[in-house]
């Protein structure tokens, strides 16, 4: 039992993402109901209501005003489901609300369970997301006020997001947003990364035009521009940001070999000194590859958990079956690989063309290769 008091902050039983909260007869059949079908949940309810199965069911039962509840559950759970009238929602979460970036998502439903409505953090959170997955649980409306989606448009902060493309910057989200669902002249620019990032069944929408390059989209000024590139904007190139976000995809992947013991300082300098010189962008990195005898190497561990990278290595029978160019018997007497770096490369991406192909640095060797994306 949580028994809430002013001023002093409840202890939940966290075991899911998501929250449900009711406060009513029928929201609590509702929470229930929907606790069968939305697993990843856990369910709040006022104790008045206590049927005496909550503790099997590991529901939990509060005293005292839910609004004091929901500054621990902002806190803990990616989203919160609230059968709760909206307004009162409104007022409860208002004094809480910190940034769109970091604010769970928070979706309503109403005490007949016939609407489920995307309250807080649409986009950046998944409200919209989760709205539609309740709503179709429930067999209820989904409502979503979100511009990008009633107008069957591109969600301009989330474009690319189920890929895992990451902005260089977030200050021009919301003018680019705002050219975008206006209906103002849009250009798109892609270089690189996933081409299906259109999935809607209704056709691009006019404002919104796809260029071959950075320089035909300057010539047709548009209001606002989305680039899709893993590589650094030259000067010329960077007017397009007047009005506009670049998008790296991740596409760029490092093979590396490395002397025993070699700081993770080394290394993470030989990469961003090598990504400089190739013009690429680190923000564009999703693997780091080495060979299986490197795979508890220390330099290596500590920068791919930095950067959240992806960590794969092969053994040097694997190894040896790609493309070599420059193999070594030095390499091969102490590992049985006649190269590291290179054909590690090659085996993560599948390509045999290589932005860089090997490069001795310090105690290290690098090679790095872009991941090509079909349409």
């Known amino acids: 039992m949580i028994e809430l008091q002013e001023g002093i902050e409840p202890v939940v039983d966290q075991h899911n993402q998501y929250a449900i909260v009711a406060i009513t007869k029928h929201g609590v059949q509702t929470a229930r109901n929907l606790h069968r079908s939305f697993v990843h949940s856990d369910v709040y309810y006022m104790s ?23 500054p621990t559950l902002f806190k803990q759970y990616k989203g919160i489901i609230m059968i709760i009238s909206l307004g009162a929602v409104v007022r409860m979460i208002a004094p809480i609300l910190v940034d769109k970036k970091t604010d769970p998502a928070v979706v309503v439903i109403d005490d007949r369970a016939e609407n489920v409505i995307s309250v807080l953090s649409g986009h950046l959170g998944g409200a919209n997301e989760l709205t539609h997955e309740v709503a179709s649980a429930l067999n209820a ?43 103002e002249p849009v250009a798109i620019v892609q270089e690189s990364g996933e081409k299906n990032w259109w999935h809607l069944k209704t056709p691009l929408p006019e404002n919104i035009k796809q260029y071959p390059s950075i320089s035909k989209a300057l010539e047709a000024k548009p209001k606002g521009a989305l680039i899709i590139t893993h590589r650094l904007l030259t000067k ?27 700081s993770a300082d080394e290394i993470e300098q ?25 795979k508890d190497e220390q330099g290596f ?4 958990a930095k950067y959240g990278w992806d960590f794969k290595y092969y053994t040097p029978s694997e190894l040896n079956i790609a493309t070599i160019e420059a193999p070594s018997d030095t390499v091969f007497k102490y590992t049985g ?17 290589l932005a860089l192909v090997k490069k001795k640095s310090g105690n290290t060797t690098i090679s790095v290769a872009v991941i090509s994306h079909n349409e």
């Open 48 to 70: 008045k209501f206590e049927q005496g199965d909550e503790q099997q069911k590991h529901i939990q039962l509060f005293t005292g005003s839910v609004r004091m509840l929901l």
């Open 141 to 183: 409306r989904a409502i979503i006020t979100t511009a990008s989606d009633v107008q069957k448009t591109i969600p301009v902060d989330l474009f690319g997001s189920r890929f895992g493309w990451v902005w260089d910057s977030s200050d021009k989200l919301t003018p680019v947003s705002a050219s975008v669902v206006n209906e």
């Open 337 to 353: 690989a006649y190269g590291v770096s290179e054909p590690a490369a090659r085996l993560y991406t599948g390509s045999d063309d």
């Open 301 to 304: 561990l500590q920068t791919v």
């Open 236 to 262: 010329a190139e960077e007017a397009i940001l007047e009005n506009g976000v670049v998008y790296r995809p991740q596409n760029v992947v490092i093979g590396m070999g490395c002397n025993r013991g070699t």
């Open 270 to 294: 030989v990469i961003l000194d090598t990504l400089q010189e190739l013009q690429i962008s680190i923000k564009s990195v999703k693997a780091l590859c080495t060979i299986d005898l490197k």
